[in-house]
């Protein structure tokens, strides 16, 4: 259990779901945790998760939308354990409508979180990995990137362009021994997703529908994707840059 030992990882959106349990896996594989989000309730029960496995996070407050928020974010961590390697750009917000009804507020809110907040990420945080000599990225987008979902216009444009940035980015940067890629989950069992179950008018048909979705008939649990992170960000994909690493059940396999 030392994938990442003597590493020092940022995980945004830490405070549940696929971020926390993210942050618990690779504090048990040695790295020590920076826990960034806006809930400072959950982000401490993150932190102490990680500390119960003896590892050890401090958590940041922090706002992706918000470029100071990211700034500070990075330098707490840099001033704090003196380097970034790992870096996961985690935290998404899942507001639906179509494309015509689709506000502009509503559309700002969502491309300012999911997609600026991966810019965002990257651009603090790679000028310190190359001071380091290299680092790692991985970027959570989603199989709303590749399959059109109804009713999820700007959530699928910002998933998309994680995918378009995570590439380039990965792209420019390699020379410095910075790898970037990203991980497209299908439905997650997720805080996130019991939000929009929820707000919705049949939550059992649409669970079921969903559910029906995947080939292996159920959702993933975020511990299977904090596999493919931890994957990722550790030496195991030394060769792989510029990817999206699909773990959706199978909906991408389905013939239309």
Known sequence: MDKLQGKVAVVT????GIGRSTAVLLAKEGAKLVVADINEEQAAETVRQIQEVNGEAIFVKTDVSKSSDVQNLIETAVDRFGKIDVLHNNV???LGANVVETTDELWTKVIEVNLAGVYRGCKYAIPHMIRNGGGNIVNTTSVQALAGFEGWAAY???KGGIISLTKQVASEYAKHNI??????PGTIDTPMNLKV???AEDADALRDTWNKMHPLGRFGKPEEIAEVVLFLASDSSSFITGQCIVADGGITSKAE
């Open 179 to 184: 790898r970037v890629n990203c991980v497209a």
């Open 13 to 16: 959106g830490a405070a549940m």
């Open 197 to 199: 179950f929820e707000e």
């Open 156 to 158: 699928a444009a910002s």
């Open 92 to 94: 998404g917000i899942a």
